[in-house]
């Protein structure tokens, strides 16, 4: 069986290579896109931190007449909105979304608008976003969506604190283990981890699958061509499950929401944590502290090919939305994703960009580090709640949460997944 949202890979220094080599052949034969006539005001629906306001207010300048009516939610309540929204047949004219199994309900169920290839070439698509980017946003072969940005995730570490304790940044699992160990005896807790919706615990749960399974039996795992109930995922959540032991996380993380894990570093109470480049402008930058002083790694799982976790996100656009607030609503994804202006607001609106030939700035340290990996050959591989079906995301979640709380052990956590699998199976034969 094969699911239509798993995405192996392309090597990242792919889409860093594409980045670089922008196709001015078709541009100026492009056709224009469609400006609606009139006072127009389209809903945007994305997660609050995300620096749409700057693209606002270019698109606005440039429009007059078109107006964005912009909604915040956080991570969970994004997800929420959109799952109430669709059954509810009334959703918003444009809405950020991430990609896999996330968005496939919305793309199966026939609430996001098709990109043909007409309305791809008409709004510039094809030649405005990286091939790569574009293939990580395709299900079942369509576009449903223009990717905005690529993000990877990885261990960060705060250098004030390793400098203090005299560490050095983990190039191999076992050094990753040691520098725990060492900062648990310093009284720092070693990774910060909000549990809370359990997505951020899978991040490091992922992890030691990338680590103990390798590359290609973690894509065979999300393929269901591999059973969870193996020697390898066991030994995994054996990991996560030590790791609980042992303290290397926050006391308590398993209910403290994710938005409260990154003040632990910044607060000096932690040394680590797995996230993305967003925190650089989002939590960093705005918090007026030093972005070099927190530094990403590649999470070192001691595998070739070297691969972290990574996604694209995007913006999609609902099939039933009158027509000038959705041609607005694709109008305003185009803009934000032309060159000219991408690289314009690169420094404000975040990055790894999506946009061909647009790259971090220098003064972001952070995102330029990570651009510097992708193009020098480290890949992605998808999290697990992108990479499965949601219904295997929740019994995924159920069995990790339950290994962290002691009512299930490894091997029973394992099983409970891959039972899950097979019902899944056997349901969508």
């Not at 290839?117 to 369509?142: C, E, M, T």
């Not at 940005?149 to 004030?160: A, E, G, H, N």
Request: aromatic share 10%.
């Amino acid at each position: 069986m094969k699911l239509p949202y798993l995405r192996l890979l392309l090597p990242a220094a792919t889409f860093i290579a594409m980045a670089c080599s922008a196709s001015t052949g078709t541009a100026q034969d492009a056709a224009k896109p469609p400006i609606p006539s009139g006072n127009v005001t389209f809903s945007l629906w994305t997660i609050a931190g995300q620096p749409f306001q700057v693209m606002i207010d270019d698109f606005q300048k440039t429009y007059p007449n078109l107006k964005v009516k912009w909604t915040k939610y956080s991570t969970d309540e994004m997800k929420q909105a959109v799952r109430v929204a669709s059954a509810a047949g009334k959703m918003s004219d444009t809405w950020f979304n991430w990609g896999g199994s996330l968005a496939a309900p919305y793309e199966d169920g026939g609430h996001a608008l098709e990109l043909t290839s007409q309305l791809i070439a008409l709004y510039g698509v094809d030649k405005n976003i990286v091939p790569a980017a574009l293939d990580l946003a395709r299900h079942n072969g369509k576009l449903y969506g223009i990717p905005i940005w690529v993000r990877p995730m990885t261990i960060f570490y705060k250098k004030s604190i390793f400098d203090k304790y005299g560490l050095t940044a983990p190039q191999t699992f076992d050094e990753l283990e040691k520098v725990c160990q060492a900062l648990k005896s310093k009284g720092i807790i070693p990774v910060a981890c909000g549990g809370k919706f359990s997505w951020m615990t899978m991040r490091t749960t992922d992890f030691f699958v990338e680590h103990f399974a390798g590359p290609e039996m973690h894509d065979k795992l999300f393929a269901l061509e591999a059973s969870y109930n193996s020697p390898e995922v066991i030994k995994a959540f054996a990991k996560l499950k030590e790791w609980v032991t042992k303290g290397y996380f926050n006391d308590g993380f398993i209910s403290l929401d994710p938005a409260q894990a990154l003040p632990l570093l910044q607060q000096d109470k932690a040394a680590m944590i797995f996230q993305g480049p967003w925190i650089e402008d989002q939590n960093i930058i705005a918090s007026h502290e030093d972005p070099s002083n927190y530094v990403p790694i590649i999470a070192p799982a001691d595998q070739k090919p070297v691969r972290v976790s990574g996604f694209q996100e995007q913006l999609q656009f609902w099939t039933k939305a009158k027509p000038d607030e959705q041609k607005a609503a694709l109008l305003f994804a185009s803009f934000i994703t032309t060159p000219e202006i991408a690289k314009r607001h690169i420094a404000d609106f975040g990055s790894p960009s999506s946009v061909v030939g647009v790259l971090p700035p220098e003064n972001r340290p952070i995102a330029s580090q990570m651009a510097k990996w992708l193009q020098g050959g480290v890949g992605l591989y998808l999290p697990t709640d992108q990479a499965l079906p949601q219904e295997l995301v929740n019994a995924f979640f159920q069995a990790q949460d339950s290994l962290v709380l002691g009512t299930l052990t490894p091997e029973a956590a394992c099983a409970q997944i891959q039972k899950a699998v097979e019902e899944y199976k056997s349901a969508h034969k």
